[in-house]
Nanobody
């Protein structure tokens, strides 16, 4: 059983929106709550890049390419990290990965595909 499970990817037209969610079902709350949570993405033929992070104090950081279009959030009670993506463009097409860094280790989801058509 996976530590992290992403959902919410799909196909959308340019200018559209998608919401991604990642659930850490097997992680206990005391481990999840202080953890740094992040979304990364990897497009075909490119290196994996950071999309957004949110730490245990809910401080956020975004990749330069986001330009106010995406919002990362966390729900500690549900043990989820979400990514709201607006004004999507074809360059946003990639596999999006959830990442959780805990005091015990670094965990990755399997990824969810986001495809933006022009």
């Amino acid at each position: 059983q996976e530590q992290l499970v992403e959902s919410g990817g799909g196909l959308v037209q340019a200018g559209g929106s998608l919401s991604l969610s990642c659930k850490a079902s097997r992680m206990i709350t005391s481990t999840f709550n202080p953890s740094r949570l992040a979304w990364y993405r990897q497009a075909p033929g490119k290196q994996r890049e950071l999309v957004a992070t949110i730490d245990g104090n809910r401080r956020t950081n975004y990749g330069d390419f986001v330009k106010g279009r995406f919002t990362i959030s966390r729900n500690n009670a549900r043990k989820t990290v979400d990514l709201q993506m607006n004004d999507l463009q074809p360059d946003d097409t990639a596999v999006y990965y959830c990442n959780v860094i805990t005091q015990y280790g670094d965990y990755w989801g399997r990824g969810t595909q986001v495809t933006v058509s022009s």
